[in-house]
């Protein structure tokens, strides 16, 4: 261990001394230049932890993840990963700032991006890197602070997706998670300046719903019976209302066409299938070719004939939607672990496998049947958590598995401080450069806060804050001055709301105390200044009384 501490000191202090040296004659040392690493960005949409095989989850035994498992084998998996807004955009948001949704003002999808604030590819591209993103955004702001970018619009489409670029929009024929790599691939083989250490972003869409897998893994596990999530038929009776007022069922409100691609028109005819055809041809098919329709189709008939035949009611209906939707989620997923192998064979075909390093993360987590559900949104366990594997050569330990709690508020920090290069003082994560040389700091973060705001919208996920230590979560679900209490280490399912239990009443009061100094902290009220005047009347006696 001690080795790759002096190693990282060693590198940080190659760097710091190239920052003396000024640009010109650092262009002229050109050897320490070179020490600077380089970082490769690998991230997916709603890739939950669970659904990743090196964190020994549910779907281990169908080795969904064999390249990310590689990542992990030969680099450090953070076992403790939250986000502070377990939502698409506003963890962008967070990850480019180092920044709560509260500061850098995009709380929920329906926002815009700031692009004139500071982010850490402006700050990387300023202190001497060449800046590449390609793929998701979903920020609706121009990209700021790369040389090269390539992005879907909004969400993006799986087939045949179109691309926003400097130049203009284009459509690029294929499979998105394969067309994401590809460009990526191309940029390191092509566009990169030998002269610069690189930070180059490829995000996938995969596996955001609707999860339409390419054609080379839509026949995966068509011959397995996925196991089922413990909670696929929770019926949230002891939490508080929220979880039972939700619109994220697989029972009610995962819809067959939509969804899961049951084709239907066997089953209705007129009107009514007219609608639910063209809500999916509005979304989906309607991008691909007459080709690639037909080939869809085929891949799922054999399926569909057996779903029409069997006429299912009840839970057995709600396996059948469960397998063929995580089936179909699992299948996005290998995408997305294809691409992790492949971006790793270019760095090693290139030679910048020593000098760079990779990181593998999504934005959130995501449920796949557990508690009865798909989406995120809530700061229940498995949207919380978030995958986070960082390989960096000479630093972090091969294999070495980390229990810190982390967040996507501190990616900013970290890439900034790996480069060398200043990290913004209004950022307000914390580095994970001497968690990955393997430190264990005595004053690093007991506590995380969240924040979640997109209510009323769809899925029904009230606004939520809340505070999670390594064994306790308090949640406050404010609009309807709703609280959740759990102890992980009796519930890791949180399936007891322990609130009105007189036994933890005063462990309770501690995390109240505790949320309203990190509430501080963070500088969030945000709840209240945001708020309706009516709900601030009602409310705010109540907030101010925490
Ligand atoms: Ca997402």
Redo the contacts with the bound molecule.
Sequence with gaps: MRRRKNLVRGVLGAVILAMLLGHAQRSAAGESETKRPNILFIFS??HATHAIGAYRGLFQSVDPTPNIDRLAREGMLFENSFCTNS??GP?RAVILTGKHSHRNGFMNNGNRFNPDQTTFPKLLQACGYQTALFGKWHLKSTPQGFDTWMVLPGQGAYYNPEFITPEGKRVIKGHCTQVVTDRAVEWLKESRDPEKPFLLMCQHKAP?RNWMPAFEHISLYDDVKLPEPGTLFDRWEDNAPAARHQEMEIDRHMDLHYDLFVDLTAEFDGDAIQKRQDRSARDNLWRMTPEQKIRWRAAYKADDAAFHAAKLTGKDLVRWKYQRYAKNYLRCVRGVDESVGELMETLKELGLEDNTIVVYSS??GFYIGDHGWYD?RWMYEESLKMPLIIKWPGVTEPGARNTMMVQNLDYAETFLEAAGCDIDPEMQGRSLVPLLAGETPDDWRDEIYYHYYEYPSVHMVPRHYGIRTERYKLMHFYQFDEWEFYDLQNDPDELVNLYENPEYAGQIEKMRKRLVALRERVDDDSDVSLASPEWRSRFRPQAEAL
Excluded: A
Aim: net charge negative.
């Design positions: 949409d709603d939502i698409c963890s955001h934005d959130q995120k």
